[in-house]
């Protein structure tokens, strides 16, 4: 069987992005399936698979709700994109390489001893991981650098790392990264993203950005990742002052966590952030953008034979322009790990043929 693998899961050891596929292929499926088929599918021995299977039981059995039978083989009774989005998150977290991808950003300059004792592993495993690391940045115009023995993230394009890093925190942390040691961050970014949004998009725009749990999210962390970049010293320059009004109290609060953010620094931020919702370098690019939105859901809806009011043309034509702006913004795909659309489509067509098929 032939399937997508995302670029990053390579990073993982075998036997993870075994139980991975396998997870993939159970949690699209009602029926039950062998050992055997497993195995075929996989092209891996009916003994590896076997020893697979036993691990997703013992550490994943209830909370996916995993029936076996020697005879009938197995089946997951919990196959929903949010099941599966939580056991790969566990799978993502135990692997080495993606620890130290993630301790590299937050600690720059530091020794390879700094992340041998952060990682609990010999320097030999970083080492050996480094040039697989290394190899998939690179196809995105970053890398990991080591001089002196100290490491540190860089990129051709520094606005495109920071999309990146965003949502490779968000598959490393899930939907609420508030719980992990940069929650006292995520408050801070996030009053300081809705006074960018209000204060940049109409009223009913930023409504809907905010009111949107996986756009505020990412926005969330895209404006904490910029303020650790920013605060490191990898700094975008601001073609203009966003002049975002900041009371003393706020700007103490944010200096006592990143001592060398200034204004200057928060305007980079705000002008990166907002310009995936006001990017436009033309008036006429807006307009043509608009247009082909506004015909894309007039032409859904009339196949739908479903009533369309001019608020919600509105509010899904913004998400039409939002869609073209974010994916200008970056010229590489930033969701790496784990595609929640390509399970949702799954899902869709099996549910729901004719909306599918629209």
């Given at each position: 069987?032939?399937?997508?693998v ?18 993939d ?13 497993l ?37 997951i ?11 790969v ?54 890398a ?64 809907i ?9 990412y926005?969330t ?16 320059p601001a ?8 009371d ?25 952030v907002i ?5 436009w ?15 894309f859901?007039?032409r ?6 479903a ?11 913004f ?11 970056r ?24 909306a599918?098929?629209?």
């Amino acid at each position: 069987m032939q399937r997508q693998v995302n670029a990053l899961r390579e990073l993982l050891d075998a036997a993870s992005r075994r139980i991975i596929d396998i997870l993939d292929i159970l949690i699209t499926q009602e029926d039950w399936i062998t050992i055997g088929e497993l195995s075929s599918m996989m092209g891996a021995s009916e003994r590896t698979i076997a020893k697979d299977v036993d691990v997703i039981r013992g550490r994943w059995g209830q909370f996916l709700k995993v029936e076996a039978s020697p005879n009938k083989g197995i089946r997951i009774h919990s196959r929903n994109v949010s099941a599966l989005g939580r056991v790969v998150i566990d799978i993502f977290n135990d692997s080495t390489a993606l620890r130290w991808l993630e301790e590299i950003f937050f600690n720059p300059g530091k020794e390879i001893e700094f992340f041998v004792e952060k990682l609990f592993v010999s320097r030999s495993t970083l080492i050996r991981a480094l040039p697989g690391i290394n190899r998939f940045l690179s196809e995105r115009g970053m890398a990991i650098r080591y001089k002196g023995n100290r490491y540190q993230l860089i990129a051709e394009d520094e606005a495109y790392l920071r999309y990146f890093c965003a949502g490779f925190m968000i598959e490393l942390y899930g939907l609420h990264p508030e719980q992990f040691d940069i929650g006292e961050d995520f408050d801070l970014a996030g009053s300081l993203l809705i006074k960018t949004l209000r204060q940049h998009l109409s009223r009913e725009e930023a409504d809907i950005v905010i009111s949107d749990e996986i756009a505020i999210l990412y926005c969330t962390m895209l404006y904490i990742v910029s303020l650790i970049r920013e605060n490191q010293g990898y700094t975008i320059p601001a073609c203009h002052n966003v002049n975002q009004e900041i009371d003393a109290e706020i700007m103490s609060g944010i200096t006592c966590r990143f001592p060398k953010i200034s204004k200057a620094n928060l305007s980079a931020i705000d002008q990166m952030v907002i310009k995936q919702y006001c990017g436009w370098d033309s008036e006429e690019e807006r307009a043509l953008v608009e247009k082909q939105g506004e015909a894309f859901w007039k032409r859904i809806f009339g196949r739908l034979e479903a009533q369309l009011d001019d608020g919600m043309l509105r509010k899904l034509v913004f998400y039409i322009k939002a869609t073209y702006l974010i994916t200008k913004c970056r010229p590489y795909e930033t969701s790496s790990l784990f595609d929640r659309i390509r399970y949702f489509s799954i899902f869709l067509k099996k549910h729901n043929d004719s909306a599918y098929a629209l």
